[in-house]
């Protein structure tokens, strides 16, 4: 074996010729998933330390300010150059239009290429710097951690770092758009357009950008669309799910879109890269086609685009390997309905009654009238337009566009209740209220009924992932890195990929259903606006059916016809997937079992410890036919073959990074909806909330009445779960949201020469809030009252009954 050990080397830990087949501290059969008090710290978990399996190695020296200024200048040229030879390439490229090949995921903003632009110059600096000092890739990203702080303030300084400050406001009750200001010690954390975390540092073929290229042996790794073909081909109805329904795939889906968005290059003037016309280009990653391809081959197909993501620096703006961005806030915030920055969220605002914008008798969602979006919009019907939400990947299909406008609808039916019930709040008022109940509810469905769907009830126990049954969470640390971390959404929470079907169902009300092709409806919203397709059809339709099993298959309308316009010239989400690990630098598989506690696998031998262990044998052996060495397993791949975990859908290794995932999201969120944070709800407030299910979401903005309880299950035949009246499903009562105005006294005014008066109107106390305590009357001369016998007290409760006893008096 040649060269590996470099390339398996990250933060101490050893690779495979040095690896002993028990590692020391691994126990076999362990429980799988990381649980706290384990020897890897999990509130440290932007920083995981594995202990016991450090290697001793010397680090050369940092190198010195002058050789980074060198290297400093030779990258400014060098992407100057880079940037004039991406002008003359333009020519093969394609317009910014969304519908072909990408999809909706090559929407790039600005703002992101802006933050790139700077980043481009960090990355060549840094691997100038090693490269002249000829320092071994593996020892790279340590020297560069060495850099004194005094020498990286000043490229900072010159290459102006993009993540700069922002300004608080420490009084605000509300969520900002963008996600900033959450963490008040740390206000970037989780803000829009900042970089993805990582659990482990980056694992490149250079050390610092290279994407992983060779396997143990020194060989080139498998190709990508290799590994979809013999690994994850192909779902059918034999694996399909027998408990949970389609709707649990469309659910992870609109969590993604949540917390996730990740950005994608683009050529010169937004253009699209065209890859595979100029492969050597810079951010160019394309997928080379076998030319004995099953599918591919019969069109003449030798290439699939790809396109890297844009670089990033970390957040600190550092000299290192290269990271990747998120566009949308990384917290669980409802970003997907309202947008993750002020100005997206503010073109989704009606500015009236606290409302979002809709279209088609306020039914669904706003249209994308210039059509800057991407979908493919029928002939002859001027009508049917793109949708527009706070996630812009929202028309990638009709059962997330169904999703999207159900909660959009769910938002404005809240908003008009509570301004009906606070006649006094303005539009701002009624618009934030209720976006804090419906990131709320999203969080709510997500930690109750989803994830223990997919994790099962162990691993929400041991990572307290579990709601409580009443009353806040008091867990809430400052010191957790809440953002999404690169293996989890490069990787990890792809898992969803294998559950989705063949065909999309539209349950009509008369059950008159339809199940087309899953690659006729990408990127179309007619359905939605179908007299047999729409919204409850839609939702219908995804509760109605099986999911597919999380396992190493997908369906061919992903891996051969994804946002096809072209018979055979779609893409495979399945290659892409292992593409775009080794693009973001994804330790593979085995590094990460390490990582979970779980023996990595010395051999392909399945089910035994040391062997693929927590593999079936047919697994291992599609994994065996693909693979020179385990070693080199892609985690995408290896992660989403494991066998699930007792009570969940994932196996292992996938449990433990979701795990641990949403633990960041929970522990590290100040407005987590259980929270007991200055920005928490009132405990009546919070039981209500607890009251949310998605059925009854789902009853509250269609034309369904009947529901089974749990929406993530299908019905079975034997009527587990079965369809019950909306009206049987607890409500959330939002008079709980109901301006409780506690009473406040005016100032007392003299009404005669011993008595003074007030009255409680400051405010006036309302159904909810409490009456002002105290009397309304004060007795300047009590004295003189009481010395007289007999003498009747003035009747307190109204002001003419004392004037007249007064003057009596
Ligand atoms: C019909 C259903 C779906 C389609 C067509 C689809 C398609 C895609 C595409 C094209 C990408 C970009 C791939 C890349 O360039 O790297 C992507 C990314 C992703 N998908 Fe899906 N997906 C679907 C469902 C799901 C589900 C059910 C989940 C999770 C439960 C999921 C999770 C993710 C994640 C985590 C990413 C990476 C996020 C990002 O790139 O910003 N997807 N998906």
Redesign the pocket.
């Known amino acids: 074996m040649k060269g590996t050990l470099e390339q398996i080397s990250i933060q101490g830990i050893t690779g495979p010729q040095q690896r002993p087949r028990q590692r020391p501290g691994v126990r076999p059969g362990v429980r799988p998933g990381i649980r706290p008090g384990n020897r890897v710290d999990i509130n440290s978990i932007g920083n995981i330390a594995i202990s016991g399996i450090s290697k001793i190695d010397v680090t050369p020296k940092a190198p010195s300010r002058k050789v980074i200024e060198t290297a400093l200048k030779t990258a400014t040229v060098q992407v100057r150059k880079d940037d004039r030879t991406e002008q003359s390439l333009r020519k093969f490229d394609t317009p910014d239009i969304q519908t072909e090949g ?5 929407l790039t903003s600005l703002e992101a290429i802006e933050i790139s632009e700077n980043a481009q110059v960090m990355i060549e600096t840094a691997k100038n710097a090693v490269e002249k000092l000829k320092i071994d890739k593996s020892q790279r990203r340590k020297v560069l951690e060495q850099i004194p702080d005094s020498v990286l303030n000043k490229i900072k300084k010159q290459t102006r770092c993009p993540f700069g400050a922002v300004q608080c406001d420490p009084t605000n009750k509300y969520r900002t758009a963008d996600g900033s200001c959450n963490n008040v010690a740390n206000p970037l954390w989780g803000k829009s357009h900042t970089p993805f975390e990582r659990f482990i540092p980056s694992f490149y073929e250079d050390g610092l950008d290279d994407p992983r290229a060779t396997d143990v042996f020194g060989d080139p790794l498998p190709l990508a669309r290799d590994i979809s073909v013999k690994v994850h081909t192909v779902s059918d109805s034999t694996t399909q799910m027998n408990d949970l329904s389609h709707f649990s ?5 609109f ?3 949540d917390i ?3 950005a ?1 290059s683009k050529g010169q003037y937004l253009s699209n890269l065209n890859c595979c016309a100029s492969p050597q280009r810079r951010n160019c990653f394309p997928i080379p086609l076998p030319t004995n391809d099953p599918f591919y081959s019969t069109f003449n197909r030798t290439c699939m685009n ?2 890297r ?1 844009l670089a990033t620096t970390n957040l600190e703006c550092e000299l290192g390997p290269r990271q990747q961005l ?3 806030t990384h917290y669980l915030d409802g970003s997907a309905v309202y947008g993750s920055d002020k100005a997206t969220a503010d073109s989704l605002r009606e500015f009236n009654g606290g409302r979002l914008k809709t279209s088609t008798n306020n039914q669904l969602l706003p249209k994308d009238i210039p059509n800057k979006s991407s979908c493919k919009l029928p002939a002859g019907n001027p009508n049917i337009k793109c949708f527009l939400a706070g996630d812009p ?1 929202v028309n ?2 009709p ?2 566009i169904a999703l999207q406008t159900i909660w959009m609808l769910e938002h404005n039916r809240i908003a008009k209740t509570l301004e009906q019930l606070n006649g006094d709040w303005v539009d701002e008022k009624v618009y934030q209220e209720t976006r804090k109940i419906v990131s709320a509810m999203i969080q709510h469905v997500t930690y109750n009924e989803y994830l223990p769907h ?1 994790l099962g009830n162990q691993q929400m126990i041991d990572l307290d992932l579990k709601p409580k049954a009443s009353g806040y969470f008091t867990g809430y640390d400052p010191t957790t890195k809440p953002q999404i971390r690169n293996g ?3 990787a ?6 294998s ?2 079907r063949q065909r ?1 169902a539209y349950n009509g009300p008369l059950h008159s259903n339809q199940s087309p092709l ?1 690659h006729n409806e ?1 990127l179309k919203p007619d359905k939605i606006y179908d007299a047999n397709g729409g919204i409850s059809s839609v939702t219908r339709g995804l509760y109605e059916e099986f999911s597919q099993k999380v396992d190493r298959k997908m369906t061919k ?2 891996t051969e016809r ?2 096809e316009s072209i018979h055979g010239f779609g ?1 495979d ?1 399945a290659a ?2 292992v ?2 690990g080794r ?1 973001h630098g994804i330790a593979s598989y085995n590094i990460w079992r390490m990582v979970c506690e779980l023996t990595p696998a010395d051999d392909f031998t399945a089910g035994i410890t040391g062997g693929l262990e927590h593999h079936s044998t047919v697994e291992a052996l599609a994994l065996a036919n693909t693979y020179s060495s385990p070693w080199d397993i892609d985690l995408f791949t290896g992660g989403v073959s494991e066998t699930p975990i007792p009570g969940g859908k994932v196996g292992p290794t996938f449990a433990c990074m979701i795990g641990l995932q949403f633990r960041a999201l929970k522990f590290g969120d100040r407005f987590f909806y259980e929270s007991n944070t200055d920005v928490k709800f009132t405990p009546t407030q919070l039981t209500e909330i607890k009251k949310t299910t998605m059925a009854k979401i789902i009853c509250e903005n269609t034309n369904i009445n009947r529901i089974p309880k749990d929406v993530f299950r299908k019905t079975t035949t034997s009527n587990i779960n079965p369809e019950i009246s909306c009206s049987s499903l607890p409500e959330v009562i939002l008079q709980k949201w109901k301006n409780c105005v506690d009473g406040g006294w005016s100032s007392f005014v003299k009404k005669n020469r011993c008595v003074k008066m007030r009255v409680c109107n400051k405010p006036k106390p309302n159904s909810c809030g409490k009456k002002c305590v105290g009397s309304p009357v004060q007795f300047t001369c009590l004295n003189n009252i009481k010395t007289r016998k007999n003498r009747k007290l003035p009747n307190i409760s109204g002001l003419p009954n004392i004037r007249r006893k007064n003057r009596r008096g």
Not at 249 to 253: K, R, T, V
């Open positions: 990408f999809g909706p995921h090559l795939m469309e659910f992870g889906q969590v993604s879109h996730q968005m990740n994608l790809f396109v993501a998120n566009m949308n990947r990638q299909q059962a997330l997919i989890f959404s490069a990890a929470f792809r898992f969803g990929h559950m989705v999309l899953l990408f309308e992903l994804l946002f893409g989400l892409v997937n593409q775009r693009d």
